[in-house]
């Protein structure tokens, strides 16, 4: 399984909306709505954001939604915050195995 | 609350083997799949291995599969991976993390524990 294919970088100012694709196959994030999003801020451990596309875990903030299109899904984040800054990750599960497929990550930066 | 603590991580050579060990606590073991996940310094998150609740299926990424062996006690509510032949490419932060049950999606991770493997 190839990784998921993420922007390595994105920015943003306070206030504002920012969205961060994820790009698989149809194998992957295109074949089941399974994708999941973390964020991880430096020394830090991955914190679920998101899990099967759209779903917010409790305690997340709803800044924080997910959406799929074909193979490609997204995160969106709104009214950006200082602390929304670290990387963000994208997960899919893969099935064949099964197995689960990480993104690159994308680096968010709140200027 | 949940936690998960990591250990076993160290230096090793390559060629060498290494036990990492997960303790879990605050959530019923026995009910949750876990996985290990890791990360190379300054690279992203590679899933590694998963075991399900009850041990019988365990599934592997194809770059560890035949080398590494996830496995978990119930009794003392620990996972464990074995990971044999090491090479210098598996040098990274190992997390344990939970599954969240009929999501298929890695849920709650540990701090990690750092893997070297160098000469």
């Known amino acids: 399984q190839s990784a998921l294919t993420q922007p390595a970088s994105v920015s943003g100012s306070p206030g504002q909306s920012i969205t961060i694709s994820c790009t698989g196959t149809s194998s992957d994030v295109g074949s089941r709505n399974l994708v999941s999003w973390y964020q991880q801020h430096p020394g830090k451990a991955p914190k679920l954001m998101i899990y099967e596309g759209s779903k917010r875990p409790s305690g997340v903030s709803n800044r924080f939604s997910g959406s799929k299109s074909g193979n490609t899904a997204s995160l969106t984040i709104s009214g950006l915050q200082s602390e929304d800054e670290a990387d963000y990750y994208c997960c899919s599960y893969a099935g064949s195995g099964p197995s689960w497929v990480f993104g690159g990550g994308t680096k968010l930066a709140v200027l | 609350q949940v936690q998960l603590v990591e250990s076993g991580g160290g230096v090793v050579q390559p060629g060498g083997s290494l036990r990492l060990s997960c303790a879990a606590s605050g959530f019923t073991f026995s009910r949750y799949g876990m996985h290990w996940v890791r990360q190379a310094p300054g690279k992203g998150l590679e899933w590694v291995a998963f075991?399900?609740?009850?041990?019988?299926?365990?599934w592997y990424a194809d770059s560890v599969k035949g080398r590494f062996t996830i496995s978990r006690d119930s009794s003392n509510n620990t996972v464990y991976l074995q990971m044999n032949s090491l090479r210098h490419e598996d040098t990274a932060l190992f997390y344990c993390?939970?599954?969240?049950?009929?999501?298929?999606?890695?849920?709650?991770w540990g701090q990690g524990t750092l893997v070297t493997v160098s000469s």
């Open positions: 075991i399900q609740n009850d041990g019988r299926d365990k």
């Open positions: 993390a939970k599954d969240l049950p009929g999501t298929y999606t890695v849920d709650y």
